[in-house]
């Protein structure tokens, strides 16, 4: 779910230094070698969120944008279809609630694994805007980067939905909402901690420079494992979207919003949270600034 950033190579002049990290999940390169860059020494209340970058709407038409999107819809797309596909196998053999719930955990965290893994040099294989917010907030990501993958991944899950509800012969595509007892404040709480966790997880086995060698490499696996592990803790309780595209495609066809606000806010909320505290407090390495709008357009 971690993203290979933009490659502003090409776009770059020559007189100005492109400087590569070790970390090949966080490039970018320094485009006003004027300005001091923030290292490991500078104080961490002085990050903030500095990090992020808007980026420009030319972006859609470049090739490695297009070939990202690509890429983040099909994964986005495989995810849901099995994520959704398997709520529905549960509800049609009608299984003991308890091995239900643990047949959509396993699920869910199979596919993710092998999604993440399959897109992470190319798109960052997000397959989630609370995921893609959080990189954002990161300075991963720029911010016009973000909303494309934020439509991309709403259309993916809608297709998946539209194609599942085909295919199992007009079946409804369960909807993600709160258990009996459940507020809509506690569902948003559930939400936030669940997808905390989530991107914390990301931030820590994958896009960290400081990730330990024996996982190296583990990163979309552990990902898995914790989106596995939240379903079993949230699943009975708010259902455990964790991703507001998640829940999205089934709202929509379907077209049950009951509470459906609960996994927007929650997860978007909890994603960027996570970002922002990993990003600043645990990651200690030389920064290098995504450019800023007024940057990206001069070295055109």
Same mark, same amino acid.
């Given at each position: 779910? @971690? ?6 190579? #090409? ?58 999107? %690509?890429?983040?819809?099909? %994964? ?12 529905? @196998? ?10 239900? =719930?643990?047949?959509? @955990? ?7 694994? %092998? ?14 805007? !609370?995921?893609?917010?959080? =990189? ?31 295919? *199992?012969?007009?079946? !409804? ?5 709160? !258990? ?23 931030? @820590? ?52 919003? *009951? #509470? ?41």
């Amino acid at each position: 779910m @971690a993203h290979l950033l933009i490659s502003w190579k #090409n776009k770059v002049p020559p007189s100005i230094e492109v400087k590569e990290e070790s970390d090949s999940l966080y490039k970018s390169p320094i485009f006003d070698p004027a300005k001091p860059k923030l290292d490991s020494t500078t104080p961490h209340s002085s990050l903030n969120m500095a990090k992020m970058a808007l980026g420009s709407g030319r972006e859609f038409a470049q090739p490695d944008c297009i070939r990202a999107l %690509v890429m983040e819809f099909i %994964v986005t797309f495989l995810f849901v279809f099995a994520g959704v596909g398997s709520a529905m @196998a549960t509800e049609k053999l009608k299984g003991d609630s308890l091995d239900s =719930l643990f047949f959509v @955990a396993m699920a869910h965290a199979l596919v993710v694994a %092998v999604m993440v893994a399959a897109a992470l040099q190319i798109s960052g294989g997000h397959l989630n805007p !609370a995921v893609t917010l959080g =990189l954002c907030v990161g300075g991963h990501i720029t911010v016009v980067r973000s909303v494309l993958y934020f439509i991309d991944q709403c259309l993916a899950s809608t297709v998946a939905c539209i194609l599942l509800k085909f295919l *199992t012969g007009g079946r !409804a595509t369960p909807v993600h909402t709160l !258990a009996s007892g459940v507020g809509c404040l506690q569902g948003v709480m559930l939400e936030f901690i669940l997808t905390f966790s989530l991107l914390f997880t990301v931030y @820590a086995n994958i896009v960290s420079a400081q990730k330990s060698a024996h996982i190296d490499g583990l990163g979309p696996l552990l990902t898995g494992l914790v989106v596995g592990a939240n379903v079993m803790a949230g699943g009975a309780f708010s259902g455990a979207s964790m991703n507001p595209a998640r829940s999205f495609g089934p709202a929509l066809v379907s077209w049950d919003w *009951t #509470n459906h606000w609960v996994y927007w806010v929650g997860p978007l909320v909890g994603g960027a949270m996570a970002g922002f505290v990993y990003e600043n407090f645990f990651i200690n390495r030389p920064h290098v600034r995504l450019p800023t709008r007024d940057e990206e357009e001069e070295s055109f």
